[in-house]
């Protein structure tokens, strides 16, 4: 019996097992639902299954270099405690090195990478049936770079937040990881004002503008005012612009350009980041570890 792939949906919407195990599970029992739902059960699948609706917002982010290859990657728990497991660390180690050989390019690809532990979404359900948490591979992006360029890559708070750099023109990987470092502290949205759309710069406009005239300021100055306050809010942004942190008479720009080289890439990662996390109160916590949730 063919399976289409409305089918694998529902399996996962209703179960939330990977899509390779539910495509096995319905051909494995004829496209029939309920039995599918069985064989992830008795096939000890459902444990994570069971795991699907919690809020996976802590976790580590990981950094690796292999060559003109670098990697940065979060994979989230459900708990602090449980980054900091081995198990955990060890996982994430294999599905880093996983990621930069094969070099998938979307977290669907990423998720049927082979190794020889399994796929990587086999590696990390597995995980959730020996740690006890929901796991997720939320994100991951590969740089390349060439012989004359450096990367660099820092990891703070043991894996809290995560920064890749990437400089042309220079092979100088400690003044890469400074930049790394810089990132990291100081949490910049662009790169440079290449990166800021005209949409964000016309939206701030107007807000210069409006405090400015509420200051009283007459409106033959206003449009100064409004410039120069703008160039001071892209060099709060764009990390180009920032004074460096350990050297503040130089931005970012003019440190790296001093080495030779120029600022093309960065990437931040910081655990957890943008995910909404749920709010239980005691009464509800004890309810759902005695229903077994």
């Known amino acids: 019996m063919a399976i289409t792939a409305a089918q694998v949906k529902e399996l996962r919407e209703r179960t939330g097992a990977g899509m390779m195990d539910c495509k096995k599970a319905l051909v494995e029992t004829n496209g029939d639902m309920d039995a599918a739902i069985d064989y992830l059960r008795e096939n000890g699948i459902a444990k ?11 976790g580590i982010t990981y950094l690796a270099t292999e060559g003109n290859k670098a990697l940065v990657l ?57 740690i006890g948490e929901k796991l997720s591979l939320r994100r991951f992006e590969i740089v390349n770079k060439t012989d004359k360029d450096a990367f660099g890559t ?22 890469a990881k400074d930049v790394a470092m810089h990132i990291a502290a100081l949490n910049p949205k662009y790169l440079d004002e ?52 350990k050297d503040d008479s130089l931005t970012v720009e003019k440190f790296v350009a001093s080495k030779g080289g120029k600022l093309i890439k960065f990437v931040r990662y910081e655990v957890g ?10 009464a509800e916590e004890v309810m759902s570890q005695v229903r077994g949730n």
Request: net charge negative; proline share 1%; glycine share 6%.
């Open 194 to 245: 290449s990166q800021v759309s005209q949409e964000e710069l016309e939206h701030e406009k107007k807000i210069l503008s409006e405090q400015a005239l509420n200051e009283g300021k007459p409106a033959a100055i206003v449009e100064k005012m409004v410039v120069g306050r703008l160039n001071k809010y892209l060099e709060e942004i764009c990390v180009t612009k920032q004074k460096f942190v």
């Open 154 to 175: 820092y990891s703070h708070m043991g894996g809290r937040i995560g920064v890749l750099t990437l400089l042309e023109d220079t092979t100088d990987e400690e003044a």
């Open 48 to 58: 994570a299954a069971k795991k699907a609706d919690r809020i996976a917002a802590e």
């Open 74 to 130: 979060e994979i989230n728990s459900e708990t602090d405690f449980v980054a900091k497991n081995e198990k955990f660390v060890d996982l994430v180690k294999v599905v880093a090195d996983a990621l930069l050989t094969n070099e998938p390019k979307s977290l669907e690809e990423a998720m049927t990478v082979s190794t020889e532990e399994g796929t990587i979404e086999t590696i990390i359900n597995n995980g959730i049936a020996t």
């Open 273 to 282: 980041e943008g995910i909404e996390k749920k709010e239980d109160n005691f």
